[in-house]
Nanobody, 124 residues
Framework: QVQLVDSGGGLVQAGGSLRLSCAAS????????MGWFRQAPEKPREFVAG????????SYTDSVKGRFTISRDNAKNSVYLQMDSLKPEDTAVYFC?????????????????WGQGTQVTVSS
């Protein structure tokens, strides 16, 4: 089992940038896909970005393509989400998650471990 701690959220103006980090512990981190999800008030949790076990494959929800970049450093047991050109509609609690397999899907049920979440607020 992988334990995850999210960080890096905050308050930023529209058009600004933030970099989220997720520190993982556990022997299986480098062999599983990782994902970032977000949840706004009164909305379901939604997939934002995913990355395969080796970083070779990435995927993004359409609304963040070209603005967000997911990456990982297996030597540091960490995964990151660089968020640029932020918009007010990006406001949410962001969670990193460890997949059950080598590749990350878009479905929350396919992830076995979750971080505690970090708040991102984008003001207009």
């Amino acid at each position: 089992q992988v334990q995850l701690v999210d960080s890096g959220g905050g308050l930023v103006q529209a058009g600004g940038s933030l970099r989220l980090s997720c520190a993982a512990s556990g022997r299986t981190f480098s062999s599983v896909g990782m994902g970032w999800f977000r949840q706004a008030p009164e909305k379901p949790r939604e997939f934002v970005a995913g990355i395969s076990w080796d970083g070779g494959m990435t995927s993004y929800t359409d609304s963040v393509k070209g603005r967000f970049t997911i990456s990982r450093d297996n030597a540091k047991n960490s995964v990151y989400l660089q968020m640029d050109s932020l918009k007010p509609e990006d406001t949410a609690v962001y969670f990193c998650a460890a997949a059950r397999r080598m590749y990350a899907s878009t479905w929350p049920a396919d992830f076995s471990s979750w971080g505690q979440g970090t708040q991102v607020t984008v003001s207009s």
